[in-house]
C-alpha cells in the first residue's frame, strides 16, 4: 500500500513541478507513468477482491486532489466554495477516467485501453471548456503556456493537442516499462522504443522550433500603452471616486503618452461605479477621458466598466435581466469593455462568466430555488448578462481592430479565435488579477495568454489592474511586463496580423473527434462487459 501511495504523490509531485509558473513542463510527459503503474500493479494484485476499481479510484484521486489544490488553492482568496468545489470535481473527474481505463483493461486489453485513455481525457477538457460548471484551468494542454517554444503548433490544434502529445508520451513509455519489467529487450526492441520516442518527442519539439523560426516580425504595427493602477481590489477599488480613479488612470498614462500613440487599454472594472448604458455619452467619466483624448485625436481609449441597462418593456428584458419590485422594472448589469475616442464610445460585455462570482449555473433551474445566491466580490457580481457575438472594436482614424478580451475570457481557446474571425488584428485583454493576492493565479493567468497568442498569432496587450500588465508577441514571447504590486505604464509598438491560423479555422476538431472515439469506446468496454457476464 505504502508503494502505491507512493508512486501516486509522485505522479502528483510532477505535475505540480510542470504547472506554471515553474518551467518544467516537459516534466507531463513523464508526470502520468506512476500513476498507470499503480493500475497495473492493482490489476494485478489479488489484495483488493472486487473492490479494485475502487482502489484505482482512491489513488487516482489523491494525486489529482493534491495536484489540483497545489496549483489552484488560491482561489481561495476570491471564493473560497470555489477553491473547494473546483478542486474536488476536477480530482474526481480524472480519478473516474482512470477507473474507466482500469475497467477497459478487462474487456479491451492492457494495450487497447491504454489508447482509450486520451481520448477520454480530451472529450473531457473538451466538455469542460464548454458547460455551465467550467472549470479549465487545469486542462493539461496549459501547461505549455510555461515553455512556448515547445509548442509553436498550438496554432493547428489549440491545448487540446498538447494533452494528447502528453498522454502520448506518456502511454508510450509507460508501455514499454511494463514490457520491460516481463522481459528483457532485445537490440531491436531498444531500436523500436527510441524511434518511438524520436517520434513522439522529438519531431514535435523540432516542428515547434521550425514553425518558430518561419514567424518574422514584419508588416503594420499599432502603438500600445497597457496602464496598471495598482489598485487593491478588496479595500480601495470599489471604495474610491469613480472620478478620482479615473483620474489616476489618466495621469499613469500621462507618463508615456503623445499625439503618436494608437490605443490606450485599462483594466477591467477600471469604472467600477455602474455606468448607464443608456447614456454612457453623459457619464462624468466617460466625458474626462472624452475631453482627454481631445490631446491624442488619433487615439483609441478601452476601458474595463461595471454598466447597466433598464428594459423599458418586459418583453424586452434578457434572459439574465433581474427585475426591482419597488420601480417595477428589468434591468441588466454587465462587465463591459469601454471604446471610447473624442466622439464615438462602443461596449462589449464579457460573455465568459466566472461560475459563482458572475453567473449561476445552470440558471434557469437553479434560480427558482436558490434566488441571485452569487457570491458578492463588489463591483460586477449576481448573474451578469452576456451577448452572443464576439466584438471587437475598430478604431477611429487606422484600419485597426481591437479584441477586447475580459479576464476569465482570455482561458478559452476555441472562445477567442471568435474575435479573430470578427477581424481582430490584435487582442487586448484587461483583467483584474487582484482578488488572487500575491500567488501563482496571476502569474499562470498571464502565461496562458502566451497560449492565445499562438494560437491565432495574434500579439497581446494585457493590462491588469494588478497582477502582470504587458505585451506578448505572436510566438507567445514576452516583450514588457509589470509585475505584481507595481503602478505604472507600458509603450510597445505591437505587429497587426488579420491572416487565419489552422485552429481559428476548425477549433477545438480534436476535442470534438475524441468525443465520438470515448464514446466508441465506452460503448465496447460496457456492451461486451455485460455480453460476458
Not at 318 to 334: C, G, L
Not at 503 to 515: N, W
Request: charged share 20%.
Amino acid at each position: 500500500m505504502l508503494r502505491r501511495l507512493l508512486l501516486a504523490l509522485a505522479s502528483a509531485l510532477l505535475l505540480i513541478l510542470a504547472w506554471p509558473p515553474r518551467m518544467l513542463a516537459p516534466l507531463t510527459l513523464v508526470a502520468f507513468i506512476p500513476l498507470l503503474w499503480v493500475v497495473r500493479e492493482i490489476d494485478y494484485d489479488t489484495e483488493f477482491k472486487g473492490k479494485k476499481g475502487w482502489a484505482v479510484f482512491g489513488y487516482s484521486f489523491i494525486a489529482f486532489l493534491i495536484w489540483n489544490v497545489a496549483c489552484s488553492w488560491w482561489i481561495y482568496y476570491a471564493a473560497a466554495i470555489g477553491a473547494v468545489s473546483s478542486s474536488l470535481f476536477n480530482a474526481t473527474a480524472m480519478a473516474l477516467m482512470m477507473v474507466l481505463y482500469y475497467k477497459g483493461r478487462k474487456n479491451l486489453g492492457p494495450q487497447r485501453a491504454l489508447i482509450s485513455l486520451p481520448a477520454y481525457w480530451v472529450a473531457f477538457e473538451h466538455f469542460i471548456l464548454r458547460w455551465d460548471l467550467s472549470w479549465p484551468w487545469m486542462n493539461l494542454g496549459n501547461a505549455f503556456a510555461g515553455a512556448p517554444d515547445a509548442v509553436q503548433w498550438y496554432e493547428y490544434t489549440g491545448t487540446l493537442g498538447g494533452t494528447l502529445w502528453i498522454w502520448v508520451v506518456n502511454i508510450t513509455l509507460y508501455a514499454w516499462l511494463a514490457k520491460f519489467q516481463r522481459q528483457h529487450q532485445t537490440v531491436r526492441q531498444w531500436l523500436r522504443l527510441a524511434l518511438r520516442l524520436v517520434l513522439f518527442i522529438l519531431v514535435p519539439l523540432a516542428l515547434s522550433l521550425q514553425i518558430g523560426a518561419q514567424y518574422v516580425a514584419l508588416g503594420d504595427t499599432a502603438d500600445v500603452v497597457v496602464i496598471q493602477p495598482n489598485v487593491d481590489p478588496y479595500t480601495e477599488k470599489f471604495n474610491t471616486d469613480d472620478i478620482e480613479q479615473t483620474r489616476r488612470i489618466l495621469a499613469i498614462a500621462d507618463s508615456v503618452m503623445d499625439d503618436q500613440v494608437d490605443v490606450v487599454l485599462a483594466p477591467e472594472t477600471a469604472l467600477p461605479g455602474g455606468l448607464n448604458e443608456d447614456r454612457l455619452d453623459r457619464e462624468p467619466t466617460i466625458r474626462l477621458i472624452q475631453s482627454w483624448l481631445r490631446q491624442y485625436p488619433n487615439t483609441q481609449f478601452v476601458i474595463g466598466a461595471s454598466t447597466y441597462k433598464v428594459y423599458d418593456r418586459p418583453q424586452d428584458a434578457s434572459p439574465t435581466a433581474r427585475y426591482n419590485e419597488r420601480a417595477q422594472y428589468y434591468w441588466d448589469s454587465f462587465n463591459t469593455a469601454i471604446s471610447i475616442t473624442s466622439d464615438t464610445i462602443q461596449t462589449y460585455h464579457k460573455s465568459k462568466l466566472v461560475v459563482g462570482v458572475e453567473q449561476m449555473p445552470f440558471r434557469s433551474t437553479l434560480q427558482p430555488l436558490l434566488g441571485e445566491a452569487i457570491l458578492d466580490l463588489g463591483g460586477t457580481t449576481g448573474t451578469l448578462g452576456m451577448q452572443e457575438t464576439r466584438d471587437v472594436f475598430p478604431h477611429g482614424t487606422k484600419d485597426l481592430k481591437v479584441a477586447p478580451v475580459i479576464c476569465w475570457e482570455s482561458v478559452f481557446g476555441e472562445f477567442v479565435t471568435d474575435y479573430a474571425n470578427n477581424g481582430a488584428d490584435f487582442l487586448g485583454i484587461i483583467t483584474n488579477d487582484g482578488w488572487w493576492r500575491d500567488t501563482d493565479g496571476y502569474k499562470q493567468h498571464f502565461a496562458y495568454a502566451k497560449l492565445r497568442a499562438i494560437e491565432n498569432r495574434r500579439s497581446v496587450a494585457r493590462a491588469a489592474n494588478t497582477g502582470i500588465s504587458g505585451f506578448i508577441d505572436f510566438k507567445g514571447n514576452t516583450l514588457q511586463r509589470l509585475g505584481w504590486d507595481e503602478r505604472g505604464a507600458l509603450r510597445q509598438e505591437v505587429f497587426l496580423s488579420n491572416a487565419p491560423t489552422l485552429y481559428q479555422r476548425y477549433g477545438d476538431a480534436i476535442g470534438r473527434l475524441a468525443y465520438a472515439l470515448a464514446i466508441a469506446f465506452l460503448l465496447y468496454v460496457f456492451v461486451r462487459g455485460r455480453v460476458k457476464a
